[in-house]
């Protein structure tokens, strides 16, 4: 009987993910159906979608709000799917507030879930989330070898995937950079990043090219709905730059320096070994209850905003958090970086060591080979 597998992405960079999980699996199994959630990678791979909720990725407490009633709509219609349609498997893609409700759902019906990117609470959440995550999913496709190893002596549902990101940097995107100096913004893709780092990464890039009159400033346009912005912001500030809805890897090979918001695009920066600052800015009424809240344990476990100094456990590259992050902060360390070429080198250095420890590519290829084991091996599925 043809498989039907239901998968639900949140954000870009899921969608993504999936995207390729869904072509790895396509290789040995032709004829699986694919539908769920997601955006326009997973469509162009062949996913029968019902909703897109990429557009609507948020973070933070009251900042969901003004998306929830598309939200509920999705959450509504993935939950009638998967209780009329016959689905073999439910495969969640990170974004833990929309699909973990989903696995419990599936959980009550009997549907296997195979969790990618799975929820972070063994890095900072509560035993009671990881139990959650252990009850409801059939398996956990770890990412991280330290997830993987905090999983192990409480459950046998884990297996250890590898970072999707080691085969989004693969080398054939690795272009030989230009000749000429640039600097690459990039702002985000949410609309919250857009209001809070937007600006900043723009008026940092104005004191820049005040200090490199002849720096090129390229600035990353993810969704087309943000570049009039985009335009205001830089007609507003008299800043000369272009605005690029390349790939943002190639832009990332091509840039010398970026400003970025910090997400999983600092990872993609450490792979393609491209220096990079992160900013972090939230709401400041969220910022303060979150850190309120869960601070004191984050700074303990995590420490750090951006992926590749936790990763490394030790700050590799500029992050400047909430009220650290300024225009001046900014431009400051960027203007540091760009005259000290050792520094640079430093950072690239680290990359290339963060890179090995990330492991080889092939991730999607054994998520897909879990994915196709639950599907057609028959793994019993616990009640």
Request: proline share 5%.
């Amino acid at each position: 009987m043809k498989k039907t597998v239901f998968l639900c992405a949140g954000e870009v960079s899921g969608d993504r993910h999936a995207a390729r999980v869904v072509d790895a699996i396509k290789k040995q199994h032709p004829r699986i159906h694919f539908i769920g959630i997601g955006g326009q990678a997973m469509a162009n791979s062949g996913v029968e979608l019902i909703g897109d909720i990429t557009t609507h990725s948020t973070i933070g407490i009251f900042e969901p709000i003004k998306h929830l009633i598309p939200l509920l709509s999705a959450l509504g219609k993935a939950k009638k799917t998967l209780k009329t349609q016959h689905i073999d498997a439910f495969i969640p893609i990170d974004s833990q507030g929309f699909n973990m409700p989903l696995a419990k759902y599936c959980h009550t019906l009997g549907i296997p879930t195979v969790y990618y990117i799975g929820p972070q609470e063994w890095q900072w959440g509560t035993q009671k989330g990881m139990l959650d995550v252990i009850k409801y999913c059939t398996k956990i496709l770890c990412i991280f070898k330290e997830e993987h190893e905090r999983y192990l002596p409480i459950t046998d549902k884990a297996r250890f995937v590898g970072h999707p990101i080691t085969d989004v940097s693969s080398p054939t995107h690795n272009t030989v950079k230009t000749k000429q100096n640039t600097l690459t913004l990039f702002p985000g893709s949410r609309a919250q990043e857009l209001k809070h780092t937007a600006p900043l990464l723009i008026e940092a890039a104005v004191k820049i090219k005040a200090t490199f009159p002849s720096i090129k400033i390229i600035i990353s346009v993810v969704d087309k709905t943000h570049r009039a912005r985009l335009e205001h912001l830089i007609k507003t500030n008299h800043l000369d730059a272009e605005l690029s809805d390349t790939n943002s890897l190639q832009l990332i090979s091509e840039s010398t320096l970026s400003l970025s918001c910090s997400g999983t695009i600092t990872l993609e920066h450490a792979m393609l070994g491209t220096p990079i600052i992160a900013v972090f800015k939230w709401n400041p009424i969220s910022y303060s209850i979150l850190n309120q809240f869960i601070g004191k344990k984050w700074r303990k476990n995590v420490g750090y905003i951006s992926l590749p100094n936790s990763l490394r456990k030790k700050k590799i590259m500029p992050e400047f958090l909430q009220n650290d992050a300024t225009s001046d902060t900014i431009s400051k360390a960027a203007i540091e970086l760009l005259s000290t070429p050792t520094l640079m080198n430093t950072m690239k250095t680290e990359f290339a060591i963060l890179k090995e420890q990330l492991g080889n590519s092939g991730t999607a290829d054994r998520a897909a080979a879990e994915i196709c084991e639950t599907l057609y091996n028959g793994r019993s599925y616990d009640s």
